[in-house]
């Protein structure tokens, strides 16, 4: 049984339907996955955390014992399992009592994923992980669409505050979405991330379904150490 989502499993959503949206994100036709890099059980957290031209969507605090990278697409299916199912418990058990620092970055499987991504970033810093939540929440409804999903995906948008010019403007940001392919790009080709969702906590690659407890078995060692 797979927990995760793959370029080739995404593929036919990125066929069906590009973002069909005037002068905008046909930017997104061509995504070009890169070839990645063999999986490694740990990768060196100084060079996982190395800054790049994106700044972090990250909660907790920064000074943590524990930090978790997701590495996800808001079009896979199990991203949004997790974000739905497991990700509200580890919130609640430690992230907001001061124990994890947890950094979501996007690593798009197909166009409307890209699209999602950019919609994510231009919503601001506390409307985030606010989107996200009803993105992921709201997948069947704009991601897995026949035609074209913008309609759905502006409905939602603009819960977090979108007009439909700062909705279209955000679409045809071709630096951020040069900035999330570029993230995506290192994420495969230096830690060989090849499908989503992807964790690392501490640099070490988590293995598993992606439950709780597979967290928690990683995570309460580390703690415990003091």
């Known amino acids: 049984m797979t927990f995760d989502c793959s370029p080739a499993a995404s593929a036919t959503t990125s066929r069906r339907g590009l973002i069909g949206l005037t002068g905008a994100v046909a930017a ?12 490694a059980d740990t990768v060196p957290l100084d060079e996982l955390m190395k800054p790049g031209d994106l700044a972090e969507m990250a909660l907790g605090p920064a000074g943590a014992k524990v930090v ?11 991203c949004a399992r997790f974000h739905e199912q497991v990700f509200p418990k580890l919130k609640e058990q430690y992230i907001d009592t001061g124990k994890v620092r947890f950094i979501l970055r996007e690593f798009p499987l197909d166009n409307r994923a890209a699209a999602a991504s950019m919609l994510g970033r231009c919503a601001g810093d506390d409307k985030v992980y606010p989107l996200v939540t009803v993105l992921f929440e709201r997948q069947k409804d704009w991601a897995f669409v026949e035609g074209s999903p913008v309609d759905a995906m502006f409905e939602l948008a603009k819960q977090a505050g979108f007009t439909r010019e700062s909705f279209e403007t955000c679409l045809k940001d071709q630096a951020l979405l040069d900035k999330i392919l570029a993230q995506r790009e290192r994420a495969a080709s230096v830690f060989g991330v090849n499908s989503t969702p992807t964790f690392f906590i501490n640099g070490e690659r988590l293995k598993g379904g992606g439950t709780l407890e597979d967290f928690t078995k990683i995570i309460d ?3 415990a150490k003091g």
């Open 221 to 223: 060692p580390i703690l």
């Open 28 to 39: 997104v036709t061509a995504l070009g996955l890169p070839v990645a890099s063999a999986r």
């Open 68 to 78: 978790i990278v997701e590495y996800a697409s808001m079009t896979c299916g199990h």
